[in-house]
């Protein structure tokens, strides 16, 4: 059984900065392809980044690229998204996804499994 924990979430201001961390346990991290995605209060999820397997790859939703850094540390089994520059706007619950096949990687439907999100909180 794949388990998925998140943290590093928390109330930041504009303008500042987190960093998520996502550790992974029962399946072979490395060849995963690994995904943040985030659900705002009354909204869809919506992806914003992932990491390809085997090449490292990223892809960044629109409103992300160039604030947002996902990378992976194979031997630690885990995944973190560098927030910097934060918004109102990206306040959400932030889930961790595993895929270990699915393409393309935005579609959160082909992620086998998922963490249970951590809050991230920016105040204007």
């Known amino acids: 059984q794949v388990q998925l924990v998140e943290s590093g979430g928390g109330l930041v201001q504009a303008g500042g900065s987190l960093r998520l961390s996502c550790a992974a346990s029962?399946?072979?991290?490395?060849?995963?392809?690994m995904g943040w995605f985030r659900q705002a209060p009354g909204k869809e999820r919506e992806f914003v980044a992932a990491?390809?397997?085997?090449?490292?790859?990223?892809n960044y939703a629109d409103s992300v690229k160039g604030r947002f850094t996902i990378a992976r540390d194979n031997a630690k089994n885990t995944v973190y998204l560098q927030m910097n520059s934060l918004k109102p706007e990206d306040t959400a619950v932030y889930y961790c996804?595993?895929?270990?096949?699915?393409?393309?990687?935005?579609?959160?439907?082909?992620?086998?499994?998922w963490g249970q999100g951590t809050q991230v909180t920016v105040s204007s």
């Open positions: 029962g399946r072979t991290f490395s060849s995963a392809t």
């Open positions: 996804a595993a895929s270990w096949g699915g393409s393309p990687t935005v579609l959160a439907g082909n992620y086998d499994y």
């Open positions: 990491i390809i397997r085997w090449s490292g790859s990223t």
